[in-house]
């Protein structure tokens, strides 16, 4: 379910789950995490990830999750958020499509997001009766500032020219030139000479700063965890439609 290539020296990681709108199992973002760290050691100029058919990732696949432990599930994705902050290289996110939840603030830690104008960012989580993760209550105040509130507890779609002018995605291309573009992204920032490994250490969150949200995080979903609600809101998830 997770296809990776290499192209131009760059690695794409494909999310190929399309019949399910790439919705992530424990397995694929255990998986995820491992090709990141595989090739952010500087084997290649860098990695852009992205979906196949019309949505970059629905985020956790509730279906799965909702008989599992919400502690473990959120230990996953703040892993998947150490991978990427812990690469040498660029990680640009190529959002195709519906860009949802854990998925969408997965990408919070990238170093661009292309997107599409078929791309949407959607936090559900607030109105399901979960907590977010990823260390998005840190960078979405970096992103966002005083908005980032507003844009969690709506947990309403933002459409891809919304997300561009709140900043969440830093660039808007048509489909067909879309991992063209990342990946000219990652060439660019990594020409010879260039000092892009020690502005990635400077300017990205501190591994510090993120294990904090994260410890901060992980006690939220206990909260939620532990008073019911979000065994609740799983559970209506997924019987919506039966």
């Excluded at 990776?4 to 973002?29: F, H, S, W, Y």
């Excluded at 058919?53 to 008989?67: C, K, L, Q, T």
């Excluded at 661009?112 to 960078?139: D, K, V």
């Excluded at 990594?190 to 501190?206: D, E, K, N, Y």
Aim: with cysteine.
């Amino acid at each position: 379910m997770i296809d990776i290539t290499v192209r131009d020296e760059v690695a794409v990681i494909t999310l190929n789950r399309p019949d399910k709108l790439n919705a992530l199992t424990a397995g694929m973002r255990k998986d995820l995490a491992q090709a990141v760290r595989d090739h952010g050691d500087g084997s290649v100029r860098g990695i852009v990830v992205t979906g196949t058919g019309r949505a970059f990732s629905a985020g956790e696949d509730i279906n799965e999750a909702v008989g599992q432990s919400l502690l473990d599930e959120v230990a996953l994705f703040h892993d998947l958020t150490r991978a990427v902050l812990q690469t040498r290289v660029p990680v640009v996110a190529a959002v195709n499509g519906l860009c949802v939840g854990g998925a969408a603030e997965w990408t919070l830690c990238f170093d661009a997001r292309l997107g599409t104008s078929a791309a949407e960012y959607f936090l559900p989580e607030n109105h399901i009766g979960l907590s977010i993760s990823n260390a998005s209550s840190l960078l979405l105040r970096r992103l966002l500032g005083g908005r980032a509130l507003r844009f969690v507890l709506d947990s309403s779609r933002i459409s891809a020219e919304e997300a561009q002018r709140l900043g969440i995605l830093d660039e808007l291309v048509t489909p067909d030139a879309l991992l063209d573009t990342a990946i000219g992204l990652v060439h660019r920032w990594t020409l010879p000479g260039t000092a892009t490994g020690v502005h990635l250490r400077l300017l990205r969150p501190s591994l510090e700063e993120v294990e904090a949200a994260f410890a901060v995080e992980t006690e939220a979903a206990k909260e939620v965890e532990a008073s019911g609600i979000a065994r609740a809101g799983m559970t209506r998830f997924v019987n919506r439609d039966r």
